[in-house]
């Protein structure tokens, strides 16, 4: 289990359980959680903490020790940097974005957007010289449950900064999706999102 609190400006804390410890202290996710550790190794800033349960080896009887590790640390991860793109879509839409001349830059997946209980990832961060900002999150996918979550999310949300862009092929309404509760800027796309349709709706802010 994960539960999130915090805000962007201060920071995120992340506590990571198994649904087991609830009852009772348990070994059984310890490999898991620690593989964790490598994929945080990229984030720039960080702290971590973790309760272990140690079995002494020669009297059998355990103990809780505590483990730390912070970004200060010598250790390198043997994850490559970076990841592969969600989607087609978000690939297609940077590498366009890469040839287009404008004065925004387009980042991925660097902003936390709290909400109750989490945080939205938004798809990209799109910077201006000029210190503007906006979040662009990019809705190709069709399946009734991720869509119904996504603009939950986005409702929960509440940011002033975010741009929807959405597929024209999606069945918004058998979702059970109603846009006009939907509180931030919206753009549609057929087949593919171009730049310049996010650039002129940029230009109107």
């Known amino acids: 289990m994960t539960y999130i609190e915090g805000e962007a400006d201060q920071g995120f804390t992340i506590t990571i359980d198994g649904p087991a410890s609830l009852f009772k202290a348990s070994t059984r996710y310890g490999v898991d959680i620690a593989k964790l550790i490598p994929a ?17 080896p020669y009297t059998k009887t355990s103990q809780e020790k505590s483990f730390a590790l912070a970004d200060t640390c010598d250790l390198v991860s043997h994850y490559p940097p970076g990841k592969p793109y969600d989607s087609m879509l978000e690939q297609a839409f940077a590498e366009k974005w890469a040839h287009t001349k404008t004065p925004w830059r387009l980042e991925r997946e660097v902003d936390l957007i709290p909400i109750p209980g989490s945080v939205m990832i938004p ?35 509440s940011s002033t ?13 058998k979702a059970g999706v109603n846009l006009h509760d939907v ?8 087949d593919k999102l171009q730049p310049s349709a996010v650039l002129k709706l940029l230009e109107g802010s």
């Open 40 to 56: 945080i190794l990229h984030v720039t800033r960080w702290q971590l903490t973790a309760k272990l349960q140690w079995k002494n």
């Open 123 to 157: 798809d990209f961060r799109l910077v201006h010289p000029d210190g503007r900002i906006y979040l662009l999150e990019i809705v190709g996918y069709w399946r009734p449950e991720y869509l119904r979550k996504k603009f939950y999310q986005v409702r929960q949300a």
């Open 161 to 173: 900064n975010l741009i929807l862009a959405i597929s024209k092929r999606l069945n918004l309404e």
């Open 183 to 190: 509180p931030t800027a919206t753009l549609w796309f057929k």
